[in-house]
């Protein structure tokens, strides 16, 4: 089964890229000649400056794409500008509702754990159909009535801190005409930044904000104007190193009555850090999402997001459990002017396996210089 997703995988991209390779002829060509067929000016969340956005054919003007800020979660394929420069922050309140269990069944949550993301996205275009951005995150982890309490009989704990910082390049392959897509290759990188390792057990989890692994992703972007939709679709592929940790784990030790003597049983003694070797699995993430717009200014928005976990393409055999998500958000858009957006939504997790259960409201902004 991972042999068979591998090579499907690698199948569709580079089908993709065989493809983009025959589209790129004409572009080529007009940019030897001196002609200027660049995208309208975009930031990432596909926010206009001073045209209708690209998704629009050039030669379909009577039918101009509207101005949309673009989906929250999916990745646009449309470049900034050359020289412009974007601030995007994301806000995210999740409220943890249950667990998957390896069966795909929902289980309880142990207890009332929320967490607050607050992203930072800063956009720049490095040069026509190049742009680069960063996105650094903020974590804010709560746990309380936790069921298994900590070593001291703790039920509350809370942790904040920056998470895993990402370094993402985009380039367009091809652009847009009446009849085929945006396509843009992706490379990216999350650094280890956050919170990986010598966990307080009496944190009860919170303190875990960082994957621990340089996590290096490839794939495509797709984007489409269909009238009157604007479609959107991500397909990537990520390989994450390999890397040491600490566990604090209880070990068995016998149980003593009341003048000191052994009973017979075995009870768990206080944690002990034990360091390990972790091997994370290649993910494959496919996110597909939709806009519509409603009247002047305001857009409806719904996204499917999701990710699968399966074996390592290279090096050693995964040592931690396959996760998988899927998940669905509506949305609403508004386009406030020309350089200023924002954008409203709630992510439902719906199905999965090995993972949480989430149901997060997000709020997006982009202002665009």
């Not at 090579?7 to 007009?30: D, K, Q």
């Not at 390049?169 to 009849?179: A, G, Q």
């Not at 009247?295 to 995964?318: C, D, N, P, Q």
């Amino acid at each position: 089964m991972r042999a068979s997703c591998i090579r499907l995988f690698w199948l569709v991209v580079f089908g993709s890229a065989w493809l983009a390779t025959g589209w790129l002829n004409p572009a080529i060509a007009a940019v030897a000649k001196g002609q200027d067929n660049a995208a309208p000016a975009v930031v990432e969340g596909e926010i206009q400056f001073t045209q209708p956005q690209a998704p629009c054919p050039p030669e379909a003007a009577k039918d101009e794409c509207p101005t949309t800020f673009g989906p929250i979660i999916t990745d646009t394929a449309i470049p900034i500008e050359k020289g412009k420069f974007a601030i995007q922050p994301t806000f995210g309140m999740g409220f943890t509702t249950g667990n998957f269990s390896p069966s795909w069944k929902r289980t309880t949550a142990g207890g009332d754990f929320k967490s607050f993301g607050m992203d930072w996205k800063f956009t720049y275009g490095l040069w026509n159909n190049l742009e680069v951005f960063v996105v650094v995150p903020f974590v804010q982890n709560w746990a309380n009535d936790v069921n298994e309490r900590g070593p001291n009989g703790e039920r509350s704990a809370s942790f904040g801190g920056i998470g895993d910082v990402n370094l993402t390049f985009k380039y367009r392959l091809v652009e847009e005409t009446e009849t085929r897509p945006t396509v843009t290759a992706l490379f990216a990188t999350d650094f280890p930044t956050g919170h990986f390792r010598h966990f307080n057990p009496g944190r009860l989890g919170t303190d875990e904000i960082g994957g621990g692994a340089f996590a290096f992703t490839t794939g495509l972007n797709v984007s489409k104007y269909v009238k009157p939709f604007v479609l959107y679709g991500n397909l990537w592929y990520t390989m994450q190193t390999a890397f040491s940790g600490r566990e604090d784990r209880s070990p068995l030790v016998a149980a003593l009555d009341r003048n000191g003597l052994p009973t017979g049983e075995l009870v768990e003694s206080d944690p002990v850090s034990t360091k390990f070797r972790n091997y994370p699995r290649d993910i494959i993430t496919v996110n597909l999402a939709a806009e519509y717009p409603i009247i002047e200014k305001w857009v409806a928005l719904l996204e499917l997001t999701s990710s699968w976990e399966g074996g390592r393409l290279f090096g050693h055999k995964a040592n931690v459990a396959p996760a998988s998500l899927l998940s669905v958000m509506p949305g609403i858009e508004y386009m406030a002017t020309e350089k200023f957006s924002l954008a409203l939504g709630v992510n439902v997790d719906l199905v999965g396996k090995n993972t949480s259960v989430n149901l997060t409201p997000l709020l997006s902004m982009v202002y665009a210089f």
